[in-house]
């Protein structure tokens, strides 16, 4: 589905709400390409609006190219090209978000100045000490599906230019500037896009995104790389196995960590 870039979304609290709504049902299938959207006065009462409120959000989603209205046949959503969707297994993300690191980015900023005091704090670094701020959005199939911004100790991202890092993963330029990585803590929760964010991975401003942090950390326990990976739920997914472990009421579910078992025939 193409997925246009919005700077503005529709005008009142509620028509915003209702675009946010739609454009997610059509993303997420829920409205699949090329079926009818119920009309504005079923939707009206579906959603407790007007039908004013409605048609500016449809208008909105029409501008988008997600829709299309004619009189007389109704709102149908139009077909595109599906962007491909990323998917990564937690139980082997770290080598997964490596292969994604293969494919294309687009550098958007880089530059030098104080680590914010969230990373230095993250990281173990000094006030004032200096790192390297590099913002990112990463493609598959020509289409934006992560945003990162990354912090690395001045010392360390000296030893490469912006070139580098446009068109090298971070994790090999880490490498080659002698760092031995020994480990590394994430965490995953969600945040709301900003209109910057928003931009560059051509979403409405306040999409729900993933949010994942990661401090990666050398073979003498200092923060090397602090990374904020903002990902489109649209293309991009966590998947997790389960096993059912336990006995009579303490039966619960646990992540199986480990090659997967073959399905008997």
Do not use: C
């Not at 190219?65 to 082997?92: N, P």
């Not at 230019?161 to 803590?185: F, K, W």
């Not at 649209?234 to 009421?249: H, I, P």
């Amino acid at each position: 589905m193409r997925d246009h870039v919005r700077s503005n979304l529709p005008e009142g609290g509620k028509a915003r709400r209702v675009y946010l709504l739609l454009r997610d049902d059509i993303l997420s299938g829920v409205h699949p390409q090329g079926s009818v959207i119920p009309g504005e006065q079923k939707l009206a009462e579906t959603l407790g609006v007007s039908r004013v409120t409605v048609r500016r959000a449809l208008d909105a989603l029409a501008e988008d190219g997600l829709i299309e209205r004619r009189a007389g046949s109704g709102t149908r959503v139009r077909a595109g090209e599906g962007g491909r969707t990323m998917s990564a297994d937690l139980t082997t993300l770290i080598p997964q978000l490596v292969e994604m690191g293969r494919h294309s980015a687009r550098l958007l900023s880089f530059s030098y100045g104080p680590a914010p005091a969230q990373v230095a704090q993250a990281m173990g670094l000094s006030d004032g000490d200096r790192v390297q701020i590099a913002v990112r959005v990463r493609l598959a199939d020509g289409e934006p599906f992560s945003h990162l911004t990354t912090h690395v100790p001045e010392d360390i991202a000296s030893s490469y230019s912006e070139a580098d890092l446009a068109g090298t993963p971070l994790y090999q330029l880490l490498e080659r500037s002698g760092v031995t990585v020994q480990d590394a803590h994430q965490s995953v929760s969600a945040t709301l896009a900003s209109p910057q964010v928003a931009e560059a991975l051509g979403v409405a401003t306040g999409t729900a995104l993933l949010s994942l942090r990661r401090v990666v950390r050398d073979d003498s326990g200092r923060g090397v790389e602090h990374l904020q990976a903002l990902y489109r739920p649209d293309r991009f997914e966590l998947n997790m196995a389960l096993a059912r472990v336990g006995t009579g009421d303490a039966r619960h579910w646990e992540p199986a960590i480990g090659p997967r078992p073959e399905t008997a025939p």
